[in-house]
Structure formats: C-alpha cells, structure tokens
C-alpha cells in the first residue's frame, strides 16, 4: 500500500509480465467543496511518489463537461476546475466510457431527475504505453444509484497469419 486516506486508496502492484511496478487509485470522493480540495491535494501529493504506470478511478463526485449533466440545476463549471486541474498536474487522462452518458442518477422522478457522469477513470501516459488497449465499459445500474464501471487493459495482440483452407484434413 502507498497511501490509504478517508477519500482514497492508493496500491502498488507488482506487473510481472513487464516487470514493473503498477499504482492504482480508488477514488471515493465526498460532496462538499472542502473535502474535495482535500482529496485533490492528496492525489497531486500522491503523484511525487509515483515511479510507475498509473490508474485512478472511482466515484469524483464532480463533472467536467457540461455535456455530463442532465436535468437539476446549471452546472457552473468553475466548480470543475480544481478537479481538472488536480487531473493536469498529476499528468493522468480520461479513458473514456462505451454504454450510458451517466453514471449516476438521484432516482427522483422524471421531473426533479438528476443524471450525471461523476465515475470515471483516468491513466496516465506510462500506463498507455504499457496497455495499448484501454476500455472502460459503464455498466447496468444494480441496486445503487451508481453504475458499475468495468476496466480492461491489455497490450496490443499481434494478429498471427490465418491461412485460409479450403479442406482442412
């Protein structure tokens, strides 16, 4: 373990295909603006003593785009820009998603219905080296009102030469 706070784990695993270290971030961030602020201190804190391949994901609790918020009130995006900019310093980007814009709904009714994508994963530029092919799936929301995010990483796969057969004895 590198660091285990209230808002966030961070682990260091050893990768022995490639022979390195590999650290990974579960994020579970608060609501208020104060404990974020802490939260984005301690990744940015966390990332002198990263020396690897990173990933970080989880719950932020914060949107970065207006794009990732439907119904409630407008989002002003200053409140995004210290999670961005905690992002940018510690050098990570978003993967992405395939599946739902959202990944959390308040489960109001229609009306007063929230939904937004506040779960998320970000790697950094060693891990894209090391996993070429990075997918992150948001998945079926089961009995929260989150959904469930799926990661798959993995080298690119060199494709061997198929032969064709017209008989194959």
Partial sequence: MVDNKEQQLTIKMQYTPANCDLFLTAVYAKCT?????????????????????WCIGGDFNVILDLEETKGGNPHR????????????????????????KSTWCNNWRARKRIWKRLDRVFVSDLWTQLFQINMVKHLARTGSD???????????????IKHFKFLDF
């Fill in 33 to 53: 603006e104060n404990k974020k602020r802490e939260l984005w201190s301690s990744l940015e804190d966390i990332r002198t003593h990263i020396n690897g391949p």
């Fill in 77 to 100: 995006m200053h409140r995004s820009f210290e999670f961005s900019s905690c992002m940018d310093n510690c050098e990570v980007v978003d993967l992405g998603f395939i599946g739902p």
């Fill in 146 to 160: 989150h959904r469930h995010v799926l990661i798959k990483c993995q080298k690119e796969t060199q494709a061997g």
